[in-house]
C-alpha cells in the first residue's frame, strides 16, 4: 500500500521544501507586519484619533474598566458632537489586559503601533502599570494611569506616564496620616493588601504616623475574600480602619468586619466606583464608610455633567466614570494646544495644562507625570436623594478635605 | 490573656467549620459526578457562581430570599441538565482515560466561555445577606452568617446522606459508582444516572455559591477559585469517597482559618495544596 508522503521520491522532498518556504515566508510576513504600523509618536493625520485603551475588562478591576470605558466614551461623544479636535473625530480603541502585566505590555505595544494611539488611558492595577509604563516612555506616547499608586511607577526621567485619580500610596497616606493627627486618633488599624500599592501604603503610614498612635496591620493576599482571621487579630475598636491599603477587598473587609462586631469611627477605602459601593453594601454603606476620590462629586459641575450622563445613558454618573471622562477632555485639550497628534508635542501640552474640571483641584502635572497640589476628598454617604443619580436613595456627603498636597517626588 | 487566646481560638473554629461545610459542598459536587462518570467538572466553581447571579436577578423580582435562592438553584441545575445533554454526552462516549481528559477539557472550556460572558455581563462583586445579625455566646462571637451556613450546610449534608444510604435512587447511584456492569444487569441505566448525578451536582454547586456569597463579595474570577478549593477537597477526601470529601472539606477549612490568622493568608493557600500533595502521595491507588 503506497504511504501518503513518498519515502525517497523526489517529488516528496519538493513538496516538503515548497511547505517549508511557503511556511517560511508567511512567519516572516506576520513578524514583519507588526513592525509596519504607523511611525511611532503620533498617527497620519487621517481619520480619526485613537485613544488606546489597555483596561482591565476581566480581573478584580473588571468593573473600574467598564466604568472608566463609560465616562472615556461618553467624553469622546460630546466631543465629537462638538467638531472633533483639529477637525478629526476621536475614538477609543480598547484591549482586555486581564489585569495580567505580559498581556497589558503586549497590548499597550500592539495599540501603539498597529492602531496609531495618540494616547494610552486604564491601566489599574499597579503591576500593570509598571509593566506599562516603559512601553509609553521608550514609545514616547502619553498614558494615563487609572487607579496604580505604586510611587515607583513614576521617577524623575518620566515624561509619558501620568497620574490621574488613583494618587500615589504616599499621597494617599498623606491625607490619612493628616486626619488622624487633625481628629486626634489614637488607635488605627488596616489590612494591607500583598502587592506593591498595598506595602507602599502601609509603609507611608508607618514612616509618617506619630509614636502615641496605636497601628495595628495585618497582611492579606491580593485575591483574599475572607479577611476574618486578619480582622480578628485587629482590636475590635479602633478610631480608624483602612481598607485603602487593600483595594480589591475594600468592600468584603467592610462587610466582614461588621459582622464580627468591629467597631469604629470612620473606615477608608481606595478610590473605589462609588456607585457599586452603593449598590453592593446599601444602608449599611452609611456606617461610616468613606470613599477616597479626587473627582469632587459637591460642585455643579459635576451635577451637570451627571444630568447629561444620565440622560444619554439611563445609568448613574460615579466618580470612576468621572475619571475616564476627565482624562478624555484632557488628551483632547492637549492635541488642541499642540496643533498636531505628535505625541512628544502633546505630553509637552499635558504637562503644561491647568484643566479645571470634575476633579477637587485643576488637573496639572509635574514634569514627571505626578498630579501639583492634589486635593482628595473623602466622601461618606447618607440615606437622602442625590443629584448623581436618581434611583438611589443613598447621597455623597463631605466627609474630610485635604488641603493641597504637594507631589510626590520620586528619589533621583 | 488565656481567656481572650481561647476565646479567639473558638471563633476561628467556628469561621473555619463555616467554610469547611461550603468546601466540603464543593467538594461533594465533584466527588459524584467523578466517582459515578469518570468526569472531573472544571465548571463546577462557574456553576456555584451562576446561582449567585441568578438568586440576586431574582431577588431583585420577588424581593424573598428564600423564594430567590430555591427558584436560582432550580435554574442552574436546569442549565445543568442542558451542559449534561449536550456537551456530557459527547464525554461519555468516551472510556477510561480519555473519558477523563475528554472531560476535563469540556468542562474547563466551559468554564472559560461561561467566565468570560460573566466578566462582561457581571463584572462587579456580588454578595447576598441571610439578614442573621451576629451573636456572642460565652464572650465568643459568632457571625450571623455562620450560624445560617453551618445550619443549612448541616441538613442538606445530612439529607444528602439519608439519600445515598437509605432511598433506592441513592442506592441505585452507589451501585453505578462501584459496578457499573452489576447496576446495568440490574436494570439500572448507568446514562440516566449520570444525568441525575450532574444535575445532584450543579444544584449543590449552586447552593454551595449562595452560601458563600452570605460571607463573603464574589465576582466571576471567584468561580475558578472555588473550583480549584474543590478539587483540593476531592483529592484530599478521595476522589470518589462521599464522606472523604465531607471530612476533607471541614479539615481544610479549619486549616485554612487558622493558618491565615497565625501564619499568614498566602501561607494558608499553600498550606491547601500541601495537603493535597500529601493525600496524592499517601494515596495514589484513589486518584488512579
Known amino acids: 500500500m503506497p504511504s501518503e508522503m513518498p519515502s525517497n521520491g523526489s517529488g516528496g522532498n519538493r513538496s516538503r521544501r515548497t511547505v517549508l518556504k511557503t511556511t517560511g515566508v508567511g512567519v516572516g510576513a506576520a513578524l514583519t507586519a507588526g513592525c509596519m504600523g504607523g511611525e511611532n509618536g503620533g498617527d497620519d493625520g487621517d481619520g480619526p484619533i485613537t485613544i488606546g485603551g489597555t483596561q482591565p475588562y476581566s480581573g478584580p478591576f473588571a468593573l473600574y474598566a467598564n466604568m472608566h470605558t463609560a465616562g472615556v466614551e461618553f467624553a469622546i461623544d460630546e466631543i465629537n458632537d462638538n467638531g472633533g479636535v483639529l477637525g478629526r473625530e476621536l475614538e477609543l480603541e480598547a484591549v482586555d489586559t486581564e489585569s495580567n502585566p505580559s498581556e497589558a505590555n503586549t497590548a499597550a505595544t500592539r495599540l501603539i503601533e498597529q492602531e496609531n494611539a495618540v494616547a494610552l488611558v486604564g491601566p489599574v492595577s499597579s503591576d500593570v502599570v509598571l509593566a506599562v509604563a516603559p512601553v509609553a516612555e521608550s514609545q514616547e506616547v502619553p498614558m494615563f494611569i487609572t487607579a496604580g499608586g505604586d510611587p515607583e511607577e513614576l521617577s524623575q526621567d518620566s515624561r509619558y506616564t501620568y497620574r490621574t485619580v488613583g494618587p500615589n500610596a504616599i499621597t494617599a497616606a498623606s491625607l490619612l496620616t493628616d486626619l488622624i493627627e487633625e481628629r486626634g486618633y489614637e488607635t488605627v488599624a488596616g489590612i494591607t493588601a500583598d502587592y506593591a500599592w498595598g506595602h507602599a501604603m502601609e509603609d507611608a503610614i508607618q514612616d509618617d504616623i506619630s509614636d502615641d498612635v496605636e497601628f495595628h496591620s495585618e497582611v492579606a493576599a491580593f485575591t483574599e475574600s475572607d479577611f476574618a482571621p486578619q480582622l480578628r487579630n485587629l482590636p475590635d475598636e479602633v478610631d480608624l480602619l483602612i481598607g485603602t491599603s487593600h483595594p480589591p477587598g475594600v468592600h468584603t473587609i467592610f462587610q466582614q468586619a461588621l459582622e464580627i462586631g468591629m467597631e469604629w469611627d470612620l473606615y477608608t477605602t481606595a478610590t473605589a466606583p462609588t456607585t457599586a459601593s452603593v449598590d453592593l453594601l446599601g444602608e449599611d454603606i452609611t456606617q461610616d464608610y468613606t470613599t477616597l476620590t479626587i473627582p469632587d462629586m459637591f460642585t455643579d459641575q459635576f451635577a451637570d455633567v451627571a444630568d447629561r450622563f444620565y440622560e444619554a445613558t439611563g445609568e448613574p454618573f460615579d466618580t470612576t466614570i468621572a475619571a475616564g471622562y476627565t482624562t478624555t477632555q484632557v488628551i483632547a485639550e492637549a492635541i488642541e494646544a499642540a496643533g498636531s497628534t505628535d505625541t512628544a508635542d502633546v505630553s509637552t501640552e499635558i504637562r503644561n495644562i491647568q484643566h479645571d474640571g470634575l476633579y477637587a483641584s485643576p488637573v496639572q502635572y509635574t514634569e514627571w507625570g505626578e498630579p501639583a497640589d492634589l486635593e482628595l476628598v473623602l466622601t461618606g454617604y447618607e440615606e437622602g436623594d442625590t443629584p448623581w443619580s436618581p434611583e438611589t436613595d443613598i447621597r455623597p456627603v463631605e466627609e474630610y478635605r485635604s488641603d493641597p498636597i504637594p507631589a510626590y517626588e520620586p528619589p533621583e | ?288
Do not use: H, W
Open chain 2, 1 to 288: 490573656m488565656v481567656a481572650e487566646t481561647l476565646t479567639r481560638i473558638a471563633e476561628f473554629t467556628i469561621d473555619g467549620i463555616t467554610q469547611g461545610l461550603v468546601l466540603a459542598l464543593l467538594g461533594l459536587g465533584i466527588t459524584i459526578v467523578f466517582g459515578l462518570g469518570g468526569v472531573l467538572n472544571l465548571s463546577i466553581g462557574v456553576f456555584a457562581f451562576l446561582g449567585v447571579i441568578v438568586a440576586i436577578e431574582l431577588l431583585g423580582i420577588t424581593g424573598n430570599l428564600l423564594v430567590s435562592t430555591v427558584l436560582a438553584v432550580a435554574i442552574v441545575t436546569l442549565f445543568g441538565l442542558v451542559v449534561d445533554k449536550s456537551l456530557l454526552s459527547l464525554v461519555y462516549k468516551s472510556e477510561g482515560e480519555e473519558r477523563i481528559l475528554l472531560g476535563i477539557f469540556v468542562t474547563l472550556g466551559l468554564a472559560i466561555f461561561l467566565d468570560g460572558l460573566l466578566f462582561i455581563q457581571y463584572p462587579s462583586s456580588y454578595s447576598l445577606s441571610l439578614g442573621i445579625p451576629s451573636t456572642t455566646i460565652l464572650g465568643v462571637q459568632i457571625r450571623g452568617s455562620s450560624i445560617g451556613i453551618i445550619l443549612i450546610s448541616t441538613v442538606i449534608l445530612a439529607v444528602l446522606y439519608l439519600f445515598f444510604s437509605r432511598t433506592y435512587l441513592g442506592g441505585a447511584t452507589r451501585t453505578v459508582m462501584q459496578d457499573e456492569t452489576g447496576a446495568v444487569l440490574c436494570g439500572i441505566s448507568p446514562r440516566k444516572m449520570r444525568t441525575f448525578v450532574f444535575a445532584l451536582s450543579v444544584a449543590i454547586a449552586a447552593i454551595a455559591g449562595i452560601l458563600y456569597s452570605f460571607t463573603q463579595s464574589v465576582y466571576a474570577a471567584t468561580g475558578f477559585e472555588l473550583t480549584i478549593l474543590a478539587l483540593i477537597v476531592s483529592i484530599v477526601g478521595g476522589v470518589t469517597s462521599i464522606v472523604g470529601a465531607v471530612v476533607a472539606g471541614l479539615a481544610l477549612g479549619i486549616i485554612a482559618t487558622f493558618t491565615s490568622a497565625y501564619v499568614g493568608a498566602y501561607v494558608a493557600e499553600i498550606a491547601l495544596f500541601a495537603v493535597a500533595v500529601i493525600a496524592l502521595l499517601l494515596q495514589p491507588e484513589d486518584i488512579a
